[in-house]
Each structure stands twice: as C-alpha cells, then as structure tokens.
C-alpha cells in the first residue's frame, strides 16, 4: 500500500493559506506550522493538524511532527531570517524535499545553497507574468516546463483564421506543437437567451482555425514569440 504523502506549511501568510486552503480542499493531508496564534485558529479546523510553533526554535521544531512529513512548503514571507533558518533546519533534519518562497535573487541563492529542493519567487514570477501579458497580450498564459520548452495558451492570430493546420505547417514553419484547441460555439437557450459553450478538441491535420479559436501549444519563447508576429 502506497503511504499518503503528508506536506508541511510553515508561515500562515497571504502564501502559505491559499496553499493550504487549496490542498485541504483536494483532501491531502497537511500540517501547518506558524507561531501567530490567531493565524492558526482560521485554519485548524481545515487542516489535518495547526501548530503554533516558532520555526527558527531548534529545540521546539526538533520536538515537532517534522518526520511525518515528506514535502516542505517554506511559505514565510518578508522575514529572510525566519525563512533561511527554518529551511536549515529542515535540511538538517532530513526532510525529504523542501520547497521555499524567496523574495529576492541573493534570498533565492541562499535558499538554494542551503539545500532547499526547489525555490519559487513569486515577485521574479509575477514581475515576468505580468511584462510577458502587457507585451504579448494574446499570449493569455505561458508555463515553462523544462528549461527550453514553454506551455503556451495564445489567441488564434488573424492571419491564422480559415486555414488548416496542415496548410499552417505550425511544426515546419515555427517549431511548436498543437496540443489542443479551444473552440467556442454560441448557442440560444430555451428562452431566447445567447450562450457561449466552449469545446476542447485534440487536433487533426484538416481542423480549420475559426477566429476565436485559442490554441494550447509547447514550443521556445521565441518560437512562440514568433507565432505572435505572423
């Protein structure tokens, strides 16, 4: 039997409650350690255990359920120190995989350097999420997913509209694959009213692009960036 994995939040921030929010919704089990008292009491009842613990304390998270857990989610905010002492302490007593919020370069170098698995800044992030949109605003959403390969979700371009993928050549001419389309079809209901219904199909060679259409393909940025200036 596969043991359930149990995942660690520590720091109760605006961060670490949506991920727990989120997780104990989808029904995993979470433990979450923060030494704001109040900050605990909203979350007790939704999720698996709510510790008020100061994290930087080796004595008192040393004495805490840390070896149940197998991911850590070092969500503390805007206090570096806590952050960096308390993903140390993590490291040293062997939790198997440690994931930190960092808020800057130097923080995120420093996370990395003393072990932490995997580090996200959120301000780097959404700083390039938000250029990347005012840019390329028919780019809706774009996911890295390795470290020359982005998931893309675009806009159909004009250009595009009323012809076949195969007469686009997609692959030949820009070096991206088509996942899938995103096609959407306005319908009136029983009463007169317009509905838009919404269609995601697997694409076939011969499927024709309608203005409209989003498309979900996987390619560089800059073939993708390409795709944008056709």
Known sequence: MIKEKIFGIFGLGAFGNEICEEMSKKG??????????????????SVTQAIIIDTTDEDALKNSPIDNIDVAVVAIGTNMQSSIITTTLLKKYNVPYI???AISDIHSQLLTQIGANEVINIEIE???????????PNILERIPISKNQTFAEIMVPKSFVGKSLLKLELRNKFNVNVVSIRKFNMTIDDYGNPQK???????????????????YIVG????IEAIKEF
Do not use: H, T
């Open 220 to 223: 560089s940025d800059a073939d």
């Open 197 to 215: 219904d919404d269609l995601v199909i697997f694409p076939k060679p011969q499927d024709v692009l309608e203005d409209n259409d989003i498309l």
């Open 28 to 45: 995993a089990k979470v433990i979450v350690f923060e030494k704001e008292k109040k900050l605990i009491d909203k979350i007790k009842n």
């Open 126 to 136: 959404e700083g390039k999420r938000l250029a990347n949109k005012l840019i390329s």
């Open 99 to 101: 994931i930190a919020r």
